[in-house]
């Protein structure tokens, strides 16, 4: 079982309806499960931050959801990260779902690890605020958010003197954003906000702050962050989100 269906994002109930009695026991859940998600369990986040946005007026179909994140948790109760001994090298996956929801808003999901074989230190599922019209455009609104969210993170080790190499490792599975933040690739015609981001990330790299690489779709850890994926496929992702052996 999969804590959501590939259609988990796209089918909602309809939103002018009156769904009040179910909202207290929905909320009470939804906590649970908020709390489940920012601790040991980001294979939920992405159902749950979805979940969240239904949490005033949630319907059958929403509840329906729900119940089913609930039933993957008591179906995989020993599933938990796993850290071990590492080396100090913080990297940072960036992916994002380009239109996935009804609305057509992209999604976003980044993983933060510490070290090599080792679970996430921080993870982030978020729908994106923007509208983006290519994937290349949600792509680079998630890596910019990622690599502003690291930077504190950069500046804590380095303080605790933990032997930490002073640069981080961006790894991003496309290629035209990675063409474009790095320079090796024009911009052309485009708005000033996203002329923005391409130089706020392109001086970190110059300045040796960020090493931007590219990373394959299948090793993308943040991938599970940013969709619904079923069946083996997405416990084979969970695993290396989680570096936990399969249950």
């Known amino acids: 079982m999969t804590p959501s269906t590939v259609d988990f994002f796209e089918s909602v109930d309809d939103p002018s309806g009156e769904y009040s009695n179910n909202s207290s026991k929905f909320k009470s859940l939804l906590m649970s499960l908020m709390f489940l998600a920012t601790r040991t369990r980001p294979d939920i986040l992405k159902e749950v931050i979805f979940l969240s946005s239904f949490a ?65 230190i921080l993870v982030k599922s978020t729908v994106q605020k923007l509208v983006s019209t290519s994937s290349t455009e949600s792509e680079l609104i998630c890596l910019v958010s990622g690599i502003k969210r690291v930077i504190p993170i950069v500046q804590l080790i380095s303080e605790l ?52 690489a590219h990373c394959p779709t299948e090793r993308m850890l943040a991938d599970i962050c940013t969709k619904p994926i079923g069946g083996q496929p997405f416990r084979s992702k969970r695993d290396s989100l989680l570096n936990a052996s399969s249950v």
């Open 56 to 120: 005033l007026n949630p319907g059958p179909i929403v509840m329906n959801k729900l119940q089913r994140v609930v039933g993957y948790l008591r179906q995989s109760p020993d599933v938990g990260i796993r850290f071990n001994m590492f080396e100090p090298t913080l990297t940072i996956y960036c992916d994002a779902s380009f239109g996935t929801h009804h609305n057509g808003r992209s999604h976003s999901g980044y993983v933060i690890t510490f070290g090599s074989n080792s679970g996430p």
């Open 161 to 212: 003197d933990l032997g930490f190499n002073d640069f981080v490792q961006v790894l991003e599975d496309n290629t035209s954003c990675i063409h474009l933040a790095s320079g090796t690739q024009k911009l052309g015609s485009s708005k000033r906000l996203f002329r923005v981001r391409y130089s706020f990330i392109r001086e970190l790299i110059e300045a040796g702050t960020i090493r931007l």
